[in-house]
């Protein structure tokens, strides 16, 4: 029998203290995440809870500034795991394929932040490593996307005044583009919390 877990991704405190999440399109990705994990518990399935950091960096996901913790409303359950990483998938900097191996894992769940980057990151490095996976889309969140001419310290309002800029809407769009059929199933929120309670 296949055994699944869910992957949370950096749904974490560093990116509610930058300027950009007032454009994000899921302020309640806590609770968006928050389904899929009691439903994950329900069936009996592993939940894995990664979180980003950038040690040295003095910047939100520097541990020592102490936003590298989840949003509240989220809390990891006795014995469920939590990884820290340092590269944007969460395999390459921990210990994540020989837990999921010792789990007996087949699947793999992602939800968390950022849809088009560490999310998207980590299931195509997953499906490189053969696990089945399934993206929650809606169950990730992401910001404004600047061009990338676009200089680092442009404040928000520049960058949602640059019509290069891709919406929330653009990026969420093109990462189901270029998972769905390649590297995931793509299921909304709904189809997922239904599928682990009724399964």
Request: glycine share 6%; with cysteine; charged share 20%.
């Amino acid at each position: 029998m296949s055994r699944t877990a869910l992957l949370v991704v950096d749904v974490q405190e560093s990116f509610r203290v930058r300027p950009n999440w007032k454009a994000v399109n899921h302020p309640d990705i806590a609770s968006r995440v928050d389904r899929l994990v009691q439903a994950a518990r329900a069936k009996g399935d592993l939940v894995v809870w990664v979180l980003h950091t950038e040690p040295g960096t003095g910047g939100a996901f520097d541990p020592v500034n102490g936003h590298v913790r989840f949003i509240e409303g989220l809390e990891p359950a006795d014995g469920e795991p939590v990884l820290t990483k340092t590269s944007h998938n969460a395999f390459t900097t921990t210990n994540l394929q020989q837990l999921l191996t010792q789990h007996g894992i087949s699947e793999v769940v992602v939800s968390g932040i950022r849809t088009e980057q560490c999310c998207e990151t980590t299931t195509r490095v997953a499906s490189d490593f053969g696990y089945d996976v399934v993206f929650v889309t809606e169950a990730t969140a992401t910001t404004p996307l600047p061009h990338w001419t676009m200089p680092a310290d442009a404040t928000l309002e520049e960058i949602l005044a640059d019509p290069r800029t891709l919406s929330p809407e653009l990026v969420t769009e093109r990462t189901e583009y270029a998972l769905a059929g390649r590297f995931a199933t793509i299921r909304t929120l709904d189809e997922q919390a239904g599928v682990l309670v009724s399964s």
